[in-house]
């Protein structure tokens, strides 16, 4: 059964920087993307980023566009998630999730969370002004 272990999650200062990593294992099968998504409390999942996988594309939200990258090309490395200048407004509970059944690659859409099968358990981004 797949799994997804989020880790690097942590406390920092506005302006600071930190990076994510994602382990996926036991994949069924082919890896179509790997995204990133935030919550916070009350609110829905919102998209970070994306990355088609085995692909060049990248994909970024308006709100971390220039300040975040992901980064991750194959099965055996973590997909990670460098988060630069950070803001308080980036504190959320931050999430790993794989597309393993192509509706991100089939549609043209990597933002919506319903197009991704698996998911990590989060881990908690705190950034302090």
């Known amino acids: 059964q797949e799994q997804l272990v989020e880790s690097g999650g942590g406390s920092v200062q506005a302006g600071g920087s930190l990076t994510l990593s994602c382990v996926f294992s036991g994949r069924p099968g082919s890896t179509y993307a790997m995204g990133w998504f935030r919550q916070v409390p009350g609110k829905e999942r919102e998209f970070v980023a994306a990355?088609?996988?085995?692909?060049?594309?990248?994909y970024y939200s308006d709100s971390v566009k220039g300040r975040f990258t992901i980064s991750g090309d194959n099965d055996k490395n973590p997909v990670y998630l460098r988060m630069n200048s950070l803001k308080p407004e980036d504190t959320a509970v931050y999430y790993c999730?794989?597309?393993?059944?192509?509706?991100?690659?089939?549609?043209?859409?990597?933002?919506?969370?319903?197009?991704?099968?698996?998911w990590g358990q989060g881990t908690q981004v705190t950034v302090s002004s």
């Open positions: 990355k088609e996988w085995g692909g060049e594309n990248s």
């Open positions: 999730s794989a597309d393993v059944t192509g509706n991100t690659v089939y549609t043209g859409s990597y933002s919506r969370p319903s197009f991704y099968d698996a």
